[in-house]
């Protein structure tokens, strides 16, 4: 089975600041790695994903991922965030082989101040 | 209309109703998911169908049941709920069932439902 463990359950940063939101999971076999972004009264969007090859995975809108596999980390970061960004972020895993559906962390509410 | 529909937005319900949510996919997909969000939790599956046949069932509580009339459409009948069940519903579809395909089957969620049980 797999567990996915977000320690943050708040992140509040002024504009502009980095920021990480980390993301460690426990597996017995290889995964993908996901991050979702749900905004206020919105379902989850998916943010970028990690299956294969370069351990640094990127999105559109700035944010990047790099998995660590020694670490079992999948930590998210951005360099400067926006009044935007304020959102809850869901790191998940999904195994590689079998049927399991994605297991999710408990999500990182983010806050950005003015 | 495209992506995933979720149908109430919001319901209260008193422990005795019978209710139902509703999820539409447009895209084609052949998997569907419903998931539990209650605060401070992580995202609970309780169901998966995949080309209306229930493929995962995590230990839901039969007041609790799902229907899946054909690809498109996935139903949660409710029954019976305690307060403890009051949490936003989400429904999600993935092109494959999981497990299957190439690479990752990734979900498309809905909005949700918000559910209080009074």
């Known amino acids: 089975a797999q567990s996915v463990t977000q320690l943050d359950s708040q992140v509040p940063v002024f504009e502009e600041a980095p920021v990480e939101l980390r993301c460690n999971y426990s597996s017995s076999v290889s995964v993908y790695l996901f991050w979702y972004v749900q905004y206020p009264n919105q379902g989850l969007q998916l943010l970028l994903k990690?299956?294969?090859?370069?351990?640094l995975v990127k999105s559109i809108n700035g944010f990047e991922a790099e998995f660590n596999k020694s670490q079992t980390s999948f930590h998210l970061r951005k360099p400067s965030v926006h009044i935007s960004d304020t959102a809850e972020y869901f790191c998940a895993v999904i195994p590689n082989t079998g049927r399991r559906a994605l297991t999710f962390g408990s999500g990182t509410r983010l806050q950005v101040q003015p | 209309e495209t992506g995933v529909t979720q149908t109430p937005r919001h319901l209260v319900m008193g422990m005795t109703n019978k209710k139902s949510l509703k999820c539409e996919q447009h895209l084609g997909h052949n998997a569907m998911y419903w998931y539990k969000q209650s605060a401070k939790k992580p995202l609970e599956l309780m169901f998966v169908?995949?080309?209306?046949?229930?493929?995962e069932n995590n230990s839901v509580p039969s007041r609790f049941s799902p229907e899946c009339p054909n690809s498109s459409h996935l139903f949660l009948h409710l029954h019976t709920l305690q307060p403890e069940d009051s949490a936003l519903y989400l429904c999600?579809?993935?092109?494959?069932?999981?497990?299957?395909?190439?690479?990752?089957?990734?979900?498309?969620f809905g909005a949700g439902s918000r559910l209080t049980v009074l």
């Open positions: 169908y995949s080309l209306e046949e229930r493929v």
């Open positions: 999600a579809s993935s092109p494959q069932r999981p497990g299957q395909g190439s690479g990752a089957n990734v979900l498309t």
């Open positions: 990690y299956l294969s090859g370069s351990t």
